[in-house]
């Protein structure tokens, strides 16, 4: 993408002018204009193939193609669409939603309370409790959640004693 923007900033506007000219756009084109453009070459680079080239690499490839054929082999392919209203519409629709969805989810992960994370934690352990034959590594696993929700408590009400401390000072 970049090499594409590098090169459309480079265009000039001689070139700008020289295509339309060349594809037929120009209502004023005069007879010189057009030879001026014609005459200009825009070489490929290093290794380009001109039409008595094409009949030495159609020996070695063993094929009937024509140079004009293979040239525009890709004339017709189709590189973008045109999207209808109701198209273009439903697709920023959908684009709205799954930001908003995003949105929503992220203030749903952000009003689980300290005391929800403590529930959540203990029913765990006790739904592992009532299995039997459970390995350690559960109440391993149970054991570093209880002291991830008490860290957070402890972040919490640190935050909170600093709140008391600036209000009841100030």
Known sequence: MQIADYAGRNVTETTIKDCFIKAGFSENKTS???????????????????????????????????????????NELQTCGTMKDNEIVENTNAKISDEENEELDQQEHEKITVKEDEKAVELLRS???SIENIGTESFGAIATLEKT???????MSRKTSIKDFFFWNY
């Open 149 to 155: 929700v008490q860290l957070q408590k402890d972040s």
């Open 127 to 129: 739904f592992l409790e």
């Open 32 to 74: 010189s204009e057009t030879e001026e453009v014609d005459s200009i070459k825009h070489p490929i680079g290093e290794g380009e193939i001109n039409p008595e080239q094409w009949s030495s690499i159609q020996k070695d490839c063993n094929t009937n193609i024509s140079f004009e054929d293979f040239l525009g082999v890709d």
